[in-house]
């Protein structure tokens, strides 16, 4: 690519073109950068003027978004000083000459097809602060329903390993409808070493951190096979004060899993959904110290749950 310039403006065999041109102190054109639009693809050229220069090409996903994408290089040059002229740098040859790829397209949607689970992205901001106190009792009753699990059945019953106390399983039929528990470890690997030495200390979940803080955000996955909720959901459905015990089967006729019930001689299955749902609403999902703002969907709107 020749340094030289186009005083009369506009790059043949492209679409929009932009030069800018900056000059230093004595008010010489120093640098020049130009943003060149073809189809679905910007080519940007930038370097001192008079020589070749650098550049490099982006694709994007339609016309339209690639010449968004220009104007936003333009302006952002324009702030630094850039000054727009009539002059332009030639193209590139494999720019100039190469056919852009198609825009990509959506694929197409149709709303009679059964939706599969989906995963919402949610903030939550916490009214008041969970004492230390009772984050160290939820842990403590944490540990002793999934010690008990463990004893039992620890590779159907435990997501993670034993020691970790992450995740406890619930299972319908030989299939997986629920799981409660604490996140991953990759949470505690992205907290500072004196946070995370403090969260392993209290045994407390990634929800109970953050409330204990103030704020936070999170995954909450909803479909017709599974319900990915807070360690406190599980806890609260577990409460002694709701009158609720826990017992541990393998039972073939309805498959593994972990029986929430008033009684141990006399359980029932958990979770089937239509009974666990609302169970969980009128238990958790109740006015309290805890707020969550859903994004999707629209309808769900804004509920608050309690610790």
């Not at 080519?43 to 978004?65: F, P």
């Not at 106190?133 to 993670?160: G, K, N, V, Y």
Request: hydrophobic share 35%; proline share 6%; glycine share 8%.
């Amino acid at each position: 690519m020749s340094g030289a310039r186009n005083t009369e403006g506009g790059v043949m065999g492209a679409g929009k073109s932009v030069y800018l041109e900056y000059y230093d102190s004595a008010r010489n054109a120093d640098k020049f950068y130009q943003a060149t639009l073809k189809d679905s693809s910007v080519c940007y050229q930038w370097g001192r003027c008079g020589t070749k220069g650098q550049a490099k090409v982006e694709t994007h996903s339609s016309e339209r978004a690639a010449s968004q994408a220009l104007d936003e290089k333009v302006s952002e040059k324009a702030r630094k000083g850039y000054s727009r002229t009539g002059g332009s740098v030639p193209l590139p040859q494999e720019f100039s000459q190469a056919a852009s790829p198609p825009p990509k397209k959506e694929p197409e949607t149709n709303p009679d097809q059964d939706s599969e689970p989906a995963s919402y992205f949610l903030n939550w901001k916490a009214a008041r602060p969970i004492d230390a106190a009772a984050l160290e009792e939820s842990a403590e009753l944490t540990r002793r329903i999934i010690d008990h699990c463990q004893h039992l059945l620890p590779q159907r019953f435990l997501l993670q390993s034993g020691e970790d106390y992450r995740q406890v399983l619930f299972f319908e039929d030989g299939e997986q409808v629920a799981a409660f528990g604490y996140p991953p470890m990759a949470f505690l690997d992205a907290l500072t070493t004196r946070e995370r030495k403090a969260v392993l200390e209290l045994g407390t979940s990634r929800d109970g951190w953050l409330s204990n803080h103030g704020t936070g955000q999170g995954i909450i996955s909803t479909g017709k096979k599974m319900f990915d909720f807070p360690v406190r959901l599980f806890l609260s459905i577990l409460a002694g004060s709701h009158g609720l015990e826990v017992s541990c089967s393998d039972g073939l006729e309805y498959g593994t899993g972990l029986a929430v019930t008033p009684t141990m001689e006399d359980f029932e299955w958990y979770p089937l959904w239509t009974e666990l749902k609302p169970l969980v609403e009128a238990h958790w999902f109740v006015q309290g110290s805890t707020k969550v703002l859903y994004s999707a969907p629209p309808t769900e709107g804004e509920r608050t749950y309690a610790w």
